[in-house]
């Protein structure tokens, strides 16, 4: 198979009520509906064989890993993302079984820094669909980082969420280069 599914950043610090971002009042629309196509999508994903890599969006618990403009940003009290904590796990419902892939990032582009090119070559990938949050942050710029390495991209609109003034305009501009968008039922690799 030469496709997978590629789940950007659900985790807990994003997408939980708990998390430290919605708790600092970055909340996202619709985590609960977004939470469960995932689920439906990873299922779907499963039945067919594809393999599932998941990104988390991860920092030290230094924070020195922390990009300089985000470092104004993140509310520190307490420390949203941190390596190895419940912030930075992806959610029950969604959570990586032990044959899945799991690529700790700390910038937006999941392919800055981090293995997931090499880990997508090694297992034959050639299409990715994605998945995640938030989509104008880090799926659009993952995104366009596997476009412009070559990998044919879709994007599960329903399974992806932002800020409501940012979320279609992202949609959008992906769709117009970069990315197949739409339902990840009709996206589904066969």
């Keep these: 198979m030469t496709a997978a599914v590629l789940v950007i950043d ?7 009520p708990k998390g430290t971002l919605p708790l600092a009042g970055f909340g996202l629309p619709r985590m609960d509906e977004v939470i469960a196509e995932n689920a439906a999508l990873i299922n779907a994903a499963r039945t067919a ?15 020195l890993d922390v990009p300089e403009r985000m470092r104004g940003v993140l509310p520190l009290d307490p ?3 941190v390596r ?16 899945d892939r799991i690529i700790d990032k700390n910038r937006y582009d999941a392919f800055l820094y981090t293995d997931l090119e090499v880990v997508l070559r090694a297992m034959g990938i050639r299409h990715l669909l994605v998945s ?6 880090c799926v659009e710029s993952t ?14 609109a329903d399974c992806t969420s932002a800020p409501d003034e940012a979320h279609e305009p992202a949609l959008a501009a992906m769709a117009a280069i970069f990315a197949t968008v739409g339902p990840w039922r009709e996206l589904m690799p066969r």
């Design 10 to 16: 659900m985790q807990n610090g994003f997408c939980h």
């Design 49 to 63: 064989e594809l393999p599932i890599v998941y990104t988390r969006h991860v920092f030290r618990p230094d924070f």
């Design 79 to 81: 420390p949203p993302l």
């Design 84 to 99: 190895g904590s419940w912030d930075a796990d992806v959610v029950d419902e969604l959570a990586p079984l032990p044959d």
């Design 132 to 137: 995640g949050v938030v989509t104008s942050v």
């Design 143 to 156: 995104v366009r980082s596997a476009e412009q390495r070559d990998f044919a991209v879709s994007v599960a």
